[in-house]
């Protein structure tokens, strides 16, 4: 079963699949480096030579791509919300975690960071990124079992968060089985 992270970029997805890793000695596997790798060069490369569109497409390829039987936890990049087949991909595997953070976290995060790596920050500028986040808070809502606020996870909510992510399935299972 897959426990899968969606939500905003700098959202905190990849530290909490870590930390995730690290306390469930899961094996982690952070979408975009498996979609670079396939690629031959960075998602920043794709974005440029191939478009976001072609971009979705690689992103889709290698989540399918990926042992459904593994026991994983995994790191989405933010735009899957906007493929269908990815979500229910996504949804037919495991739980699926939106972590939520606001906007100002967001913002202030990326404009932490060292630039070029996030393309979208280029192509759309900060307020058009501000609207992209607007608008995908609802298409997170919906593809998502729960979700978790950003930031204020202690050791003791990731032990909880393995125990919703195990009832949520058995549920989820037992509803299919009836
Ligand atoms: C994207 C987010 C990125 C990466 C790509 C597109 C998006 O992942 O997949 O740049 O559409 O929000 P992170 O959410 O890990 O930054």
Redesign the pocket.
Known sequence: MWTSFI?????G??TLARRLQATTNRPAV???DV?AERAGCS??EI?ATAG?AD?REQ?LAALRGLDPSRNLVM??????V?TTPAVELLRSRGVVIWLDASWDVIRSRLKAETPG????IDILGWAGLEE?FRR?RPLYAAAADFRLRSGDLDGEQLVRVSRLRSLIWERRRDGEAR
């Not at 939500?7 to 959202?11: E, L, R, T, V, W």
């Not at 790191?75 to 899957?80: A, K, L, R």
């Not at 790596?117 to 979208?120: A, C, D, I, M």
């Open positions: 939500g905003f970029m700098a959202s997805k990849s952070f979408l975009d979609i998602i920043a974005f976001e971009f992103e790191d989405t990049g933010g735009g899957i906007h790596q996030r393309p979208l992209l995908r």
